[in-house]
């Protein structure tokens, strides 16, 4: 069975830091694709960051400069960390995994695995 657990998410002041984590379970990880998308009320669920097997990296220009992906295969865990929190910012963060690679990595339809989310909450 394949679970996508993520933890972390909090009310953080603007100008604050957050880290926001995902472990995957039931899956040969390293061999994952694995992003974090993000859905504000009312809002599509739109792409943040993305790690391919490779160890690239990829974000959204909202986020660029901002905030950090990082993975750690022996441990089969995701970090998004965000500094310089902006009040828009706000939102649930849903972890994705996807096996391979595709040049679509910000595109929701291509992953197949998802989490229940964590909130992330920027406000003063």
């Known amino acids: 069975q394949v679970r996508l657990v993520e933890s972390g998410g909090n009310l953080v002041q603007p100008g604050g830091s957050l880290r926001v984590s995902c472990v995957v379970s039931g899956v040969t990880f390293n061999t994952y694709t694995v992003a974090w998308f993000r859905q504000a009320p009312g809002r599509e669920r739109d792409f943040v960051s993305a790690?391919?097997?490779?160890?690239?990296?990829y974000y959204n220009d909202a986020v660029k400069g901002r905030f950090t992906l990082s993975r750690d295969n022996a441990e089969n865990t995701v970090v998004l960390q965000m500094n310089s929190l902006k009040p828009e910012d706000t939102a649930v963060y849903f972890c994705?995994?996807?096996?391979?690679?595709?040049?679509?990595?910000?595109?929701?339809?291509?992953?197949?695995?998802w989490g229940q989310g964590t909130q992330v909450t920027v406000s003063s």
């Open positions: 790690i391919d097997r490779g160890f690239k990296v």
């Open positions: 994705a995994a996807y096996s391979g690679g595709t040049p679509y990595v910000d595109d929701k339809d291509e992953y197949t695995y």
